[in-house]
């Protein structure tokens, strides 16, 4: 068992949550006769506490993305119902934010040349879906 699990809190929808998910993340599962469920190796727990308590952006799941095809895929897929947001961010039809990023962005971020970092950067901010090819272009000025 991990150290540190996200407790995730629904009004009514853990549940559905969890299989909505658990459809997403092809390495998932579920634990029998629970609301706890495993996405690529992470566990969580779902819980149906009531209206209470609503989600926001203070908290968001990051999505690290080999590929263009894996953010298309994800974004895609969790935003399906929900909002986009900028810079790769996301909420999802339960109000979750997530950040679907390619691992593209911080290697470029990270670029000696700070002109060049500014430059991804600026064009990153006009984004909503973070797409690649239009990062590299603007490395390159």
């Given at each position: 068992?991990?150290?540190?699990?996200?407790?995730?809190?629904?009004?009514?929808?853990?549940?559905e949550a969890m299989n909505f998910?658990?459809?997403?993340?092809?390495?998932?599962?579920?634990?029998?006769?629970?609301?706890?469920?495993?996405?690529?190796?992470?566990?969580?727990?779902?819980?149906?506490?009531?209206?209470?308590?609503?989600?926001?952006?203070?908290?968001?799941?990051?999505?690290?993305?080999e590929s263009q095809e894996e953010?298309?895929?994800?974004?895609?897929?969790?935003?399906?119902?929900?909002?986009?947001?900028?810079?790769?961010?996301?909420?999802?039809?339960?109000?979750?934010?997530?950040?679907?990023?390619?691992?593209?962005?911080?290697?470029?971020?990270?670029?000696?040349?700070?002109?060049?970092?500014?430059?991804?950067?600026?064009?990153?901010?006009?984004?909503?879906?973070?797409?690649?090819?239009?990062?590299?272009?603007?490395?390159?000025?």
């Amino acid at each position: 068992m991990q150290k540190i699990t996200p407790f995730l809190w629904f009004d009514g929808q853990a549940e559905e949550a969890m299989n909505f998910y658990m459809s997403i993340f092809k390495k998932s599962k579920a634990a029998e006769g629970s609301k706890a469920f495993e996405l690529d190796g992470v566990e969580f727990i779902a819980f149906d506490g009531g209206p209470h308590f609503k989600f926001n952006e203070a908290i968001s799941l990051y999505v690290n993305c080999e590929s263009q095809e894996e953010v298309d895929y994800f974004w895609d897929r969790l935003g399906a119902g929900g909002a986009p947001g900028r810079c790769g961010w996301l909420k999802d039809k339960f109000g979750v934010s997530w950040q679907v990023v390619p691992d593209a962005l911080p290697r470029l971020l990270k670029d000696p040349d700070r002109a060049k970092a500014n430059r991804v950067m600026q064009a990153m901010m006009k984004m909503q879906k973070i797409v690649v090819a239009d990062l590299e272009a603007s490395a390159r000025g």
